[in-house]
């Protein structure tokens, strides 16, 4: 039974037409398509989506050349592996520490290039919090600097982990409608619609949280 549950997030199963992590490029392949088509009102609601979310990043930062459209353009590719994985037959991508942790780690290493390049003075003070006492000095820096390290880490793991628990319980969820009696069929399938929005749900708020979180590390790093 549990490996028939985890099966889902095998991207080697051979179920069906299974687009495995093909699903996780889509975006890459779709997205600059709506430059070069006809205005539509698809095209107006992704513009009006994009200067909501440059309006909401935008108090989190000081230095807005590149750290907005670095943190809008991540949130628009998870939330669309996000979303395409909840589709029948699509690869969770986003579940994956693969994804989640390589996705994680490239953002960090730039940062960490880009702060010791050329702002290695904030990202000292960062340190040392503002009043810590001579005598810890030390072991803040070791601390922070341990909080530093793990943070890839950190953004995979409550990314991956999110995605996971939901498509266990939905695949749990789903497997009870072969064994369960025919009068409970109803309830099980309004279970699974309303199991089914709250995923959703979970989709645009982890790729909110994420992009939200390597914003502040960038803001952290470039103030």
Known sequence: MMSNLFSIFDPASPSFFSVNWASSLLF?????????????????MMKNFKIYLYS?????????SFILLV????????????????LPYVFTSSA?????????????????FYGWAYNYNSL???LIPQGTPSALMPFMVLIESVSNIIRPGTLAVRLSANMVAGHLLLSLLSSA??????????LLMAADAMLMMLEVAVAFIQSYVFSVLVT???????G
């Open 28 to 44: 890459i392949l779709l997205y600059p398509g709506i430059r070069w088509v006809s205005a539509s009102r698809h095209n107006k």
């Open 56 to 64: 909401e990043f935008k108090p989190l930062v000081q230095k807005t």
């Open 71 to 86: 943190s809008v353009s991540v949130l628009l590719f998870i939330m669309f592996n996000n979303v395409m994985g909840l």
């Open 96 to 112: 994956h520490l693969t994804f989640s942790l390589s996705l994680g780690s490239v953002m960090w290493v730039a940062l960490m």
């Open 124 to 126: 000292l003070v960062h």
């Open 177 to 186: 409608f072969v064994i369960s009696p025919l009068f409970i069929t109803p």
């Open 216 to 222: 502040l590390y960038m803001a952290e790093f470039t």
